[in-house]
């Protein structure tokens, strides 16, 4: 792999065909780096120079990155293809297959997409070094035989870009039924069962009163609204950027949708979810979301939800979605009153949580223990089984869920 300390104008260099493989790589990885931003790299990198690395990163950093969620791609890539040695272990043993043996070892951190992104930027003959040593060894392990059905069950944070292109694509396919609900409103229905006196009179003035054909009326029915509180702190950044993609099907597919992200603070991100174009839509989300990949205050932001936003898009029967996996530090008590608030003002609170891949997962955080008595259903949200079980559920009568999320209660209450 290049060296970042190599001369950019040494005769027959390659430093500039390096810089662009490192942004093909980038690209490759997820990043949307196309020819423009490749060219400002290379401005950049001639502006600053190459005789400090700090100043080498961060002038690739500004010219290539512009949203929080990129920043982590970038740093593994930019360590990777500029040789660190650790992360380039990582990235090797990521591509190796995998055996599910509980060795108490730390996991890597290094992102399956940035390794197999890399790995395939290393084509025959590039890997030799200029001393004449013998190139790396490529071990391509990955298996070939991933289907849908495969696909599905994979974990977002597990998948290579290919695999979360198409689960993206499979995303925006999704619907989300919501049974509908009767409303106080009337509408017109020739077999209703109550007369409707005005439209009668009505009608009966164009026949001079003489016969008089009853018009019926009947209670309007309506999906109820859809609010959605979706964590983007660290611990679940990862899972956020897929779950915004599902979020922009469901708003682009039905009305009355309001979404909300919160880390450290409360966004209202409805209106920029709207946007028919995904990738514009989340672009958006990326530059009002300030507080993405950092920290979590989950009774905070509630609470400011519950202060603000509660009474204008709580109403008729509203259904909630909470995002998030639970891991709070603030006071237990204001928690607690936040979500007794939360439940109390719609009809249905549903926790979606990712800790829910773990079969020994149990509710013993302290957030967890105070969450889990105010919501009505308990649900794992880290595939696309998952988000296909979560519109099953949703279909279904709140009733059959009451098992279940006693369950839940019984194991936090032990904790």
Not at 187 to 211: F, Y
Not at 383 to 388: I, K, P, R, V, Y
Request: aromatic share 6%; hydrophobic share 40%.
């Amino acid at each position: 792999m290049p060296e970042a300390s190599a001369p950019a104008s040494a005769p027959g260099g390659r430093f500039a065909l390096n810089v662009m493989q490192f942004c093909r790589a980038l690209r490759a990885a997820g990043l949307p780096v196309g020819p423009g931003k490749v060219l400002a790299a290379l401005e950049a990198v001639e502006a600053v120079g190459i005789e400090r690395r700090d100043d080498f990163y961060w002038a690739l950093h500004a010219a290539l990155v512009n949203r929080r969620d990129q920043r982590e791609i970038f740093d593994q890539a930019f360590h990777l293809f500029w040789r660190n040695p650790e992360l380039l272990k990582r990235a090797m043993a990521m591509l190796l297959p995998q055996m599910s043996v509980d060795s108490g070892e730390d996991k890597s951190d290094v992102s399956r997409r940035v390794a197999e992104a890399l790995q395939r930027e290393r084509k025959p003959g590039e890997g030799e070094s200029p001393d004449g040593e013998d190139p790396e060894m490529e071990v391509d392990a990955r298996l070939t035989w991933s289907d849908k059905e495969v696909l599905r069950q994979r974990d977002f944070e597990q998948m290579t870009a290919a695999e979360i292109a198409e689960a993206k694509r499979l995303i925006a396919e999704m619907a989300l039924p919501l049974d509908a609900l009767r409303t106080r409103r009337f509408e017109t229905h020739p077999a209703g069962p109550r007369v409707d006196l005005r439209r009668t009179l009505r009608q009966s003035l164009r026949g001079g009163g003489a016969v008089i054909d009853l018009a019926r009326k009947r209670h309007r029915v309506r999906t109820p609204p859809l609010v959605v509180l979706c964590d983007i702190s660290g611990s679940m950044s990862h899972y956020s950027r897929m779950l915004l993609h599902f979020l922009h099907a469901v708003t682009t597919d039905r009305d009355r949708v309001y979404s909300f992200v919160f880390g450290t603070r409360l966004t209202n991100i409805t209106r920029y979810l709207r946007h028919r174009d995904v990738d514009v839509a989340l672009q958006k989300v990326g530059q009002v979301a300030d507080d993405w990949s950092g920290g979590t205050r989950i009774a905070r932001c509630l609470h400011d939800f519950n202060q603000w936003w509660s009474r204008r898009v709580l109403a008729q029967g509203a259904v909630v979605l909470l995002i998030t996996d639970g891991l709070e530090r603030d006071e237990p008590e204001a928690l607690r009153e936040a979500m007794d608030r939360l439940h109390r003002s719609c009809r249905r609170l549903v926790w979606l949580n990712p800790l829910l891949r773990y079969e020994r997962y149990a509710p013993k955080s302290q957030g967890a223990r105070v969450m889990m008595p105010h919501v009505d259903a308990f649900l794992p949200v880290h595939n696309l089984a998952s988000l296909t079980d979560l519109v099953e559920a949703l279909s279904k009568d709140p009733v059959g869920e009451r098992a279940n999320i006693t369950r839940w209660r019984s194991l936090a209450s032990a904790a």
